[in-house]
């Protein structure tokens, strides 16, 4: 069964910093790309950055410079490190396996929140 955990979310304030982690069990860590997708409150999910299994990193536009995917095959885990939070980072954080996605299957995410 494929699970996700994610983790750090919190309260920040614009210009600050904070670092989502994933534990991911039931996949094949290893061989696998890693996402994170963000959903705003009346907005679709979106995608926001992916990591292959060899560690090339894509970034949407409006997080590049600012947010860093990375991972820990040893423990199955994925990061992503958010600098210069914006107000417009505010949304609720998830991560996934790229071949779990049409599962549509997801945890239970995290809460970032960036306001003054």
């Known amino acids: 069964q494929v699970q996700m955990v994610e983790s750090g979310g919190g309260l920040v304030q614009p210009g600050g910093s904070l670092r989502l982690s994933c534990v991911a069990s039931g996949v094949i860590f290893s061989i696998d790309a890693m996402v994170w997708y963000r959903q705003a409150p009346g907005k679709q999910r979106e995608l926001v950055a992916r990591i292959t299994n060899g560690g090339r990193t894509t970034y949407i536009d409006s997080v590049k410079g600012r947010f860093t995917i990375s991972r820990d095959n040893a423990k199955n885990t994925v990061y992503l490190q958010m600098n210069s939070l914006k107000p417009e980072d505010t949304a609720v954080y998830y991560c996934?396996?790229?071949?779990?996605?049409?599962?549509?299957?997801w945890g239970q995410g995290t809460q970032v929140t960036v306001s003054s």
């Open positions: 996934n396996s790229e071949l779990n996605l049409p599962n549509d299957s």
